[in-house]
């Protein structure tokens, strides 16, 4: 017979792992699948140098694992399952997994976060881990000595190309307008580097390998005169955003436009009682690590008292 928990969590970055933390401490007794990215986005970022605590900065790997330990130092149960099927039609809830196992739930956090984007480009899946990235800290070392181009123009694509450069010998980050939208420490760092060079105006527009099953060359589009170039290239790592993994809850949760889903204004309450989400599956402006833990904090106070209202103590 299937156990019945206080709360599920769906998701294992700062979102959820904080939202276990609180959970634990509060004798929810939570259950948290890590999901398709244990660790979340932070997993494959390098230095985090702005959330608090780490005055020396510290690598995300490292922070999410410190996070999943005091998680579990508390009593959540972890289990690194993928969440692939549910049902919000009735209480409790019901989580069915990637492997066969389903869990059910009074409460449900949802903390899935977010997932990078990609150009869309005929070639490019296949050639995602023969070249095509959106991971410098998972993929730099196998460029070095190489020229990589990166695709953005925000903060993400500052730092991805000043990781880059540990390794390749030349980095180029292509950037559709004429400014950046990173932030001024970062737009500093890249343009800077003295391996990095920034090409204006700019959208890659092809992906190539010249049959030999790894990048070999990229057709770059002049986004105001349209004018086309074939340039050499060894490496195509994209930093164009995020889109939230929310698809297991559509027409089911109230979303944006985007997919992200909505919560009551201050709080991490869904439009479905006893549904809370949390992080950069409902945040579409500041998706920070701080926020997200945040807001993981608010989403596990927001259950327990949502319980002791259900069960009148």
Not at 57 to 64: A, K, L
Not at 243 to 261: A, C, H, R, S
Request: aromatic residues 8%; proline residues 4%.
């Amino acid at each position: 017979m299937t156990s019945i928990h206080k709360t599920l969590i769906l998701g294992s970055g700062p979102a959820g792992y904080t939202a276990a933390i609180y959970a634990a401490r509060a004798n929810l007794a939570p259950v948290l699948l890590t999901g398709r990215q244990p660790g979340g986005q932070l997993t494959i970022t390098s230095e985090v140098e702005n959330y608090p605590g780490f005055p020396e900065g510290v690598m995300g790997p490292e922070m999410m694992e410190k996070f999943r330990e005091q998680a579990a130092r508390f009593g959540t149960q972890i289990h690194d399952e993928v969440g692939v099927t549910v049902d919000l039609s009735k209480r409790p809830f019901t989580v069915t997994t990637e492997g066969g196992a389903t869990f059910q739930s009074e409460t449900l956090i949802i903390s899935t976060g977010a997932s990078a984007l990609y150009l869309g480009l005929p070639n490019e899946k296949a050639l995602q881990g023969r070249g095509v990235s959106a991971c410098a800290t998972c993929d730099g070392f196998f460029f070095k000595n190489k020229v990589v181009y990166v695709v953005g123009g925000g903060d993400s694509a500052c730092e991805e190309a000043n990781f880059l450069t540990k390794y390749a010998s030349k980095v180029f980050l292509v950037v559709r307008r004429d400014a950046l939208r990173a932030s001024k420490i970062m737009q500093d760092r890249a343009l800077k580097n003295p391996k990095i060079e920034v090409l204006w105006h700019q959208n890659v527009t092809d992906v190539f390998d010249v049959s030999k099953g790894k990048v070999t060359g990229l057709e770059l589009t002049h986004t105001l005169t349209g004018e086309k170039k074939v340039v050499p290239a060894d490496g195509l790592f994209l930093a164009i955003g995020h889109k939230p993994n929310t698809e297991l809850f559509q027409g089911v949760l109230t979303m944006d436009d985007k997919g992200y889903i909505q919560t009551v204004p201050g709080k991490t309450a869904t439009n479905l009682p006893g549904v809370f989400a949390a992080g950069d599956c409902q945040d579409s402006y500041y998706r920070q690590a701080g926020t997200a833990a945040g807001s993981g904090c608010m989403a596990a106070i927001e259950v327990e008292r949502f319980l002791e209202d259900q069960h009148g103590k």
